[in-house]
């Protein structure tokens, strides 16, 4: 886990929305998960999808 803060990793979240983890060929909104980390990589993705939920409600209920 301790690459959860590795710009490579987190690039991958950049545009997406209602994203999912996967270990290899990411599609539309999936990103990979990191080597050796996938809970780590799943708790990260959780965090972001509720972010980008609640800022959405906060704006109004438009989705950003």
């Known amino acids: 886990g301790a690459n959860a ?3 490579k990793f987190l690039n991958q979240y950049i545009g997406k929305r209602d994203i999912n983890v996967v270990k290899s060929g990411p599609k539309d909104n999936e990103i990979v998960a990191l080597s050796g ?3 780590t990589s799943k708790a990260v993705t959780e965090a972001t999808n509720r ?3 609640i800022a959405g409600e906060l ?3 438009g989705k950003l």
């Open 5 to 7: 803060s590795n710009e």
């Open 59 to 61: 704006k109004g209920g």
């Open 51 to 53: 972010a980008v939920k």
């Open 37 to 39: 980390a996938t809970i």
